[in-house]
């Protein structure tokens, strides 16, 4: 019973850690899923359009200010990469995009 309550304790402070983390940044979190419901609703020939008009488009305004914002909060940065990489390097990888 006594190993019991460590393991209970620490396994109850990360859940905490979690939850805090994820209402960190509810708004990035919104962003995060809006990203990747892009890139897996999208079929790859739209991808393939996209990154080649990419290089000659400006982006939207709102855009650039998450950019900078990601630029400027490590934190930020860190959340919206662990949510948005999977899914999104794996279509890449699906598109022939990627090696």
């Given at each position: 019973m006594k190993r019991q309550v460590p393991l209970l304790a620490t396994v109850s402070l990360l859940l905490c850690a979690a939850l805090a983390i994820a209402q960190q940044y509810p708004i990035l979190d919104k962003i995060a899923d809006k990203v990747v419901h892009k890139y897996q609703g999208a079929t790859c020939e739209?991808?393939?359009?996209?990154?080649?008009?990419?290089?000659?488009?400006?982006?939207?305004?709102?855009?650039?200010?998450?950019?900078?914002?990601?630029?400027?909060?490590?934190?930020?940065?860190?959340?919206?990469?662990?949510?948005?990489?999977?899914?999104?390097?794996?279509?890449?990888?699906?598109?022939?995009?990627?090696?």
């Open positions: 739209q991808l393939w359009q996209e990154r080649a008009a990419g290089k000659t488009k400006a982006k939207p305004a709102e855009e650039q200010r998450l950019v900078q914002f990601l630029r400027e909060d490590a934190g930020a940065r860190a959340e919206f990469f662990r949510k948005v990489s999977d899914p999104i390097v794996t279509k890449m990888f699906e598109c022939g995009m990627i090696p």
